[in-house]
């Protein structure tokens, strides 16, 4: 399986959760330490090598256009992937992007997290057609979505199985077109094609422990923005 030469940024979301930030701005153009959201990623891309990036867009998306233009000025190649008013949920978005994207394994990241994840990282990842980067459950999220073993990911066991350690999907993984190429065009979410390949034991997954920011609400950008800038 070739290592992925392009990425895919989700920024269709309306950010309900960060109004009234969100009521003029998108999510992906609110900025920590004076930078959009989406330009730490952008960076964080090309310094890998990956400089071939997709960018879905919908609530207020001709603002994020217009920031970001084709992406020359922050040495990458943007292309846009626009879904309309409303957005198409994850899988549906990348299900959209498929002409864009190409046959080749590519790279998707939340447009609403910060990070200091090295994308490199996911070139030499393990070869399977979905690789998740994990970190431990921040307090929002203390459930986590999953289960790592070695570098296998697991679904969380019922009620009926021995409790285990859990991590939270990060927001970045590694993925193959194939996941999606057989979802017909519409809203359709993520959670389920990954439990479904986890199922398969066909998800690997990765436990980051660096920096890493699930930027849901004005409370956690504003407190994220009070740290000092590494």
Known sequence: MNAPTKAMILAAGEGQRMRPLTLSTPKPLLCVHGTPLIVHHIRRLVAAGITDIIINTAYLGQ????ALGDGKTLGASI?????GATGLETAGGIRRA???LGRNPFILVNADIYTDYDYRQLKTASQTPAHLVLVNNPPQ??????????????????AAHEPAPTLTYSGIARLHPQLFQDIP?????LAPILRRAA?????SGEHYQGEWHDIGTPERLDALNQTTHQ
């Open 63 to 66: 603002q994020i256009h217009a």
């Open 185 to 189: 065009p519409g809203k359709h979410p």
């Open 141 to 158: 999220h203390p459930k986590g979505d999953f289960q790592l073993e070695h570098d296998i990911v697991r679904n969380l066991p019922t």
């Open 98 to 100: 498929l002409p864009l």
């Open 199 to 203: 199922d398969l034991g066909q998800l």
């Open 79 to 83: 292309r846009y992937s626009h879904e």
